[in-house]
């Protein structure tokens, strides 16, 4: 692979985030509503139906998708397949490692991270927040353990998709923010 191309791939991946990451204060006007307002949804759905204290609908690894989702829209592991592709292929290995897999969290947390990143990068849904959604799997309290399957359906399919609705509104509201990003991924070619 010639040297160019990398370092052409590599400008123009650095001129995405450094174009969305200047000091623009409609741009972060929107990307603090749409952020508030997605995780605001999902927590209030936390607080109506779990106990304050039983955290489960409200994963972490949403937080991480907040930021990707509205402060850094035109990236490539913003966009829906991404967001949701890379969260559910993840909690699926998630899970699918906590129930096959022996009790051993030095073995069984590599390995859910790791089998997701590849199926992520194979399947093109790379979304770096899914790697904390197949770690929670493992590592999260009995409650989120005791969903087994469930957890790929709710709360990360449905917590997915929230972040989802609310970046298509508030990444669209205005003339300058366009999301998702329709034009060609960025490749880099062998």
Same mark, same amino acid.
């Given at each position: 692979?010639?040297?160019?191309?990398?370092?052409?791939?590599?400008?123009?991946?650095?001129?995405?985030?450094?174009?969305?990451?200047?000091?623009?204060?409609?741009?972060?006007?929107?990307?603090?509503?749409?952020?508030?307002?997605?995780?605001?949804?999902?927590?209030?759905?936390?607080?109506?139906?779990?106990?304050?204290?039983?955290?489960?609908?409200?994963?972490?690894?949403?937080?991480?998708?907040?930021?990707?989702?509205?402060?850094?829209?035109?990236?490539?592991?913003?966009?829906?397949?991404?967001?949701?592709?890379?969260?559910?292929?993840?909690? *699926?290995?998630?899970?699918?490692?906590?129930?096959?897999?022996?009790?051993?969290?030095?073995?069984?947390?590599?390995?859910?991270?790791?089998?997701?990143?590849?199926?992520?990068?194979?399947?093109?849904?790379?979304?770096?927040?899914?790697?904390?959604?197949?770690?929670?799997? *493992?590592?999260?309290?009995?409650?989120?353990?005791?969903?087994?399957?469930?957890?790929?359906?709710?709360?990360?399919?449905?917590?997915?998709?929230?972040?989802?609705?609310?970046?298509?509104?508030?990444?669209? *509201?205005?003339?300058?923010?366009?999301?998702?990003?329709?034009?060609?991924?960025?490749?880099?070619?062998?």
């Amino acid at each position: 692979m010639p040297i160019k191309k990398i370092k052409r791939g590599y400008r123009k991946t650095r001129y995405i985030l450094y174009k969305e990451t200047l000091i623009d204060y409609k741009e972060h006007f929107w990307a603090f509503l749409g952020s508030f307002f997605g995780i605001g949804i999902i927590a209030y759905m936390q607080s109506k139906t779990f106990m304050h204290n039983d955290v489960v609908f409200l994963i972490g690894s949403f937080g991480a998708s907040s930021v990707l989702v509205y402060g850094i829209i035109q990236s490539p592991f913003s966009q829906p397949r991404n967001l949701i592709g890379g969260h559910l292929i993840s909690s *699926i290995v998630g899970v699918t490692v906590a129930k096959f897999v022996p009790d051993i969290l030095w073995l069984t947390a590599p390995l859910a991270v790791s089998i997701s990143i590849v199926l992520m990068q194979i399947t093109k849904t790379l979304h770096p927040p899914g790697g904390a959604t197949a770690l929670i799997a *493992i590592i999260g309290s009995p409650k989120i353990k005791a969903l087994g399957y469930w957890y790929v359906l709710y709360p990360v399919l449905v917590g997915a998709l929230i972040l989802f609705v609310v970046a298509l509104i508030f990444n669209n *509201i205005t003339k300058n923010r366009h999301y998702p990003n329709h034009k060609k991924r960025f490749k880099i070619k062998n």
